[in-house]
């Protein structure tokens, strides 16, 4: 693993310094790895703060190659705007450095803007932001895909959800489950004419075990930002069902149609928990993965899922103590591979960690 030191925080010195040996930025080349590796992880403060806003909650993150700014979003409701946090990524020929850059406050134009649960991100061009919200089963407020203004945080629209995504007074059965709902995000690559978004947790009515949260699909919807009236396309998606809860709090564009799946799991429930998290590489125009987006509920109907392959998992590899990673973005380039980062939720807790974990192909 690559070594890492961190400098004190200040708006004009470099919070963190991590050894390596890159120069250039580009895009992941093609096809994609097929073994991930850690190289590097840096931890903030507990008490890191931009702008006087302590930075935590971070469950999105998304990397702009052209500015080097590296974009994150807070799920926390605890101020009255929900808050983007952005980092400027500088390299020189041994170290990459992380600054602090700038915080943007979303702003909704309702009187429960404090209410966003903004979980995914991704910058579609200089005027418009896309914000994943997982939003609430009881309905007070939904789950969804909003797009705002990136230099004044102000709403611009809402992508369409299908209904059978959000509980109704008449039926409450049905939808997201409780803080389980949009939490991943990411264009499509390299073109951006395509959104994908999945949610975390089966849905209600899509659940083989109502007394398991996480037994059964998860549904991975494709939105056509040239036509945005309802998603496109809609596939099913099998986590993993070996640990006692199981989620996907992300999920990243490749190349077109070609997506790689974060799967987060709790392996221990109680503090300190021990999780687990592992990536897949999953092509969505998979032919014979059923299209499911004229199926309100799955359980007992005959479809079959996206089929998927193991590309990193935290228990083999040298990382150890594995955070509440939420956010997998691409990374600069170094020495001619790919990077990924990671970024870990600490739920502002002090048992836990604001982490950038960085992963390059083996």
Known sequence: MLKTKLLIPSVLLPILLLQTTSRSFSSPPLPPP?????????????????????????????????????????????????????????????????FPHDVLSLHRGTKNSEALDAEGIALLNKDTLFISHEGSASGLFAAGISAFNPKTGQVLYALPIPHYFLPTPENPRQGIQQNRGFESLSLSSPNKDYLYTANE???????????????????????????????????????????????????????????????????????????????????????????????????????????????????????QNVENFEGISWGPTWNNKPSLILVSDDNF????????????PK
């Open 34 to 98: 097929t073994s991930w590796q850690v190289v590097a992880k840096i931890s903030l403060p507990s008490n890191f703060q931009i702008q006087a806003h302590r930075v935590g909650g971070l469950s999105g993150i998304f990397y702009e190659t052209t500015s080097k700014i590296l974009w994150t979003v807070t799920d926390a409701r605890r101020w009255p705007q929900s808050k983007v946090f952005t980092f400027k990524l500088e390299y020189s020929d041994n170290s990459v450095q992380i």
């Open 201 to 319: 947790s089966p849905l209600i009515q899509d659940l083989s075990d109502p007394s398991n949260a996480s037994s059964g699909p998860i549904r991975i919807l494709k939105f056509s930002l040239k036509n945005t009236d309802s998603p496109t396309e809609q596939r099913a998606y099998f986590p993993d069902q070996d640990a006692i809860f199981t989620s996907v709090p992300d999920l990243l564009c490749y190349y077109d149609s070609l997506l790689l799946v974060l799967e987060r799991q709790i392996l221990w429930p109680i503090e300190p928990r021990k999780r687990r998290i592992r990536i897949y590489s999953v092509d969505f125009s998979q032919p014979d993965a059923t299209e499911i987006r004229n199926l309100d509920s799955l359980s007992g109907k005959k479809y079959t899922p996206l089929s998927k392959t193991l590309i990193f998992d935290s228990q083999l590899s040298n990382l």
């Open 349 to 360: 807790s002090k048992s836990q960690k604001t982490e950038f974990l960085f992963l390059v």
